[in-house]
């Protein structure tokens, strides 16, 4: 018996490198977050027909005023994907023990670009509502699996900043979608806001499928899963072919069938069995869950900003272009801000405990500048202090992510993010939403409505303060379950660059 050397990937490097992968999932978030903008511009969305008491009228203009739809209906667009979000992100993490991950990204991303798509040729409120919850289906599998992909080949020492920069596309996405669905709305129409970003998100779609499968930190590689699954299909092919040549043996092959039945229904059952336990591990870890409530409150208020903030400005202040004025706040303060975060992160040495005090100071100052904000009559005055706000609570990106990344076992991250990502929109901005509408239409005054979301961020930053004193543990270097081989423990090291195994020769 001899041994020798392998390769398992090219000897040349990759032109797929971990900084490329990073900016292939920059643009990708980037664009989920164009269209949450998009959809919540003044040109898109528009605004209802209006008449005088002299009963002069105009039309209405974007989805809302030609579908006729009162601020609560308005708001629900903006919290229908969650329904598709909800559904599928539990399902894609859960998969993801099971099925390449960078293959389940390519199908979500497909079911996005179709679902956008179908967004431009709704003809009513409830299919253009139906086409945002499958926007929410095709999100769900990106924003589970892209943010472990970039912790496991980022740089140690700036797992933290590469996180930020990712994250650093959510605000710079909702900026450039408030500029983008304000310029197409008023000089074409709004359907075509959403086939463009289709026509841009297909490529990346195509290239989940294309591109050569990666693996996750804390699974085993797929060719290893592929051999295994070879070896028990062959073997199966050879007693379905010995029971069909022995005619004889009728009673043997039913028994086969049924075994193999059993065998399937036994796997469900264990994926399933695994999955609770799973999510047992996750709502135990008081880390990860005032980390996770801290996340829903701030969302809450995020949410409502980024798609109520262009209407309340324009009420308020008589902003003539708040989609752009709003949306290059954002663009600025949102690239400053996450960034920021990320870095004081490192700087600070990248820990639990670090994180939980950059989140509680940054949101608490924050909300203390954006509630000042709405006090003042002077739109400039508004301008500076918000701005101030928003650097401030943007800040929080990289922190409350590195987390969710770091206070679980590396085989539970997926999942981590999946929960975390659920929990924030439907306890977040996704009632939001709506209810800042209801609240609007009940008052009809949209600075109280404005000050008193405003005020929800302090809650946020006591939460996020008590977890500074929790016990925690950083888990990334801890063995996943299951990781028993060292093919499993390779995984540790950078994903994207050539590896080699040792395999044994018979002579």
Request: charged residues 15%; proline residues 5%.
């Amino acid at each position: 018996m001899a041994s020798s050397l392998v390769p398992l990937s090219a000897p040349h490097p990759s032109w797929f490198t971990p900084k490329r992968l990073l900016v292939i999932f920059c643009v990708i978030n980037m664009l989920n977050y164009v269209d949450r903008g998009t959809i919540a511009s003044n040109g898109v969305n528009g605004s209802l027909g209006t008449c005088t008491s002299s009963g002069t009228c105009t039309s209405g203009s974007g989805i809302q005023g030609e579908f006729n739809l009162n601020n609560f209906e308005d708001g629900v667009l903006s919290s229908a994907f969650m329904v598709g979000l909800l559904v599928a992100s539990p399902i894609f993490a859960s998969l993801s023990k099971s099925v390449n991950p960078f293959r389940l990204i390519g199908v979500g991303l497909s079911v996005w670009t179709l679902a956008t798509a179908g967004c431009g040729f709704s003809f009513n409120f409830w299919s253009i509502t139906i086409c945002r919850m499958l926007v929410g289906v095709g999100e769900a599998s990106f924003i589970s699996l892209a943010a472990p992909f970039i912790d496991d080949n980022a740089p140690i020492a700036q797992k933290t900043a590469w996180l930020a920069i990712f994250y650093m596309c959510i605000p710079t996405g909702y900026a450039l979608g408030y500029v983008y669905g304000g310029l197409v709305g008023t000089y074409l129409n709004w359907r075509f806001a959403f086939w463009v970003e289709a026509i841009l998100m297909l490529p990346f779609a195509v290239l989940g499928f294309v591109m050569k499968p990666l693996n996750l930190k804390g699974f085993a590689p797929a060719e290893s899963k592929q051999a295994l699954i070879s070896e028990e299909t062959d073997v199966q092919e050879v007693q379905d072919t010995d029971a069909l040549n022995d005619s004889a043996k009728p009673t043997k092959e039913k028994f086969s069938h049924m075994f193999s039945k059993m065998k399937c229904t036994c796997i469900d059952l264990n994926q399933f069995s695994r999955f609770i336990k799973d999510m047992k591990a996750l709502l135990v870890d008081k880390v990860y869950v005032v980390n996770v409530l801290g996340y829903c409150a701030y969302n809450f208020v995020l949410g409502a900003y980024s798609y109520w903030g262009p209407k309340a400005g324009y009420k308020i202040y008589n902003m003539s272009d708040a989609d752009l004025i709003f949306g290059g706040i954002t663009i600025v303060c949102g690239i400053l801000g996450t960034l920021a975060g990320g870095y004081v992160l490192d700087l600070m040495k990248s820990t639990i405990p670090n994180a939980f005090k950059l989140l509680s100071v940054t949101t608490f100052f924050g909300a203390i500048f954006c509630f000042t904000a709405f006090c003042f009559q002077n739109m400039y005055a508004f301008l500076a202090f918000f701005s101030v706000g928003e650097l401030l609570v943007f800040a929080i990106q990289g922190p409350v992510n590195y987390i969710c990344l770091h206070c679980v076992n590396p085989s539970l991250r997926p999942l981590s993010m999946a929960i975390s990502t659920v929990s924030i929109h439907i306890f977040g901005d996704v009632p939001s939403s709506p209810l800042v509408g209801v609240l609007q239409d009940a008052i009809n005054n949209w600075r109280e409505t404005s000050l008193i979301l405003t005020s929800i961020l302090f809650p946020a930053a006591g939460i996020w303060f008590t977890g500074i004193f929790l016990h925690s543990v950083d888990r990334f270097n801890e063995d996943s379950e299951g990781q028993v081989t060292e093919v499993d423990r390779s995984n540790a090291t950078p994903l994207l660059e050539p590896r080699v195994a040792e395999t044994s020769l018979f002579c």
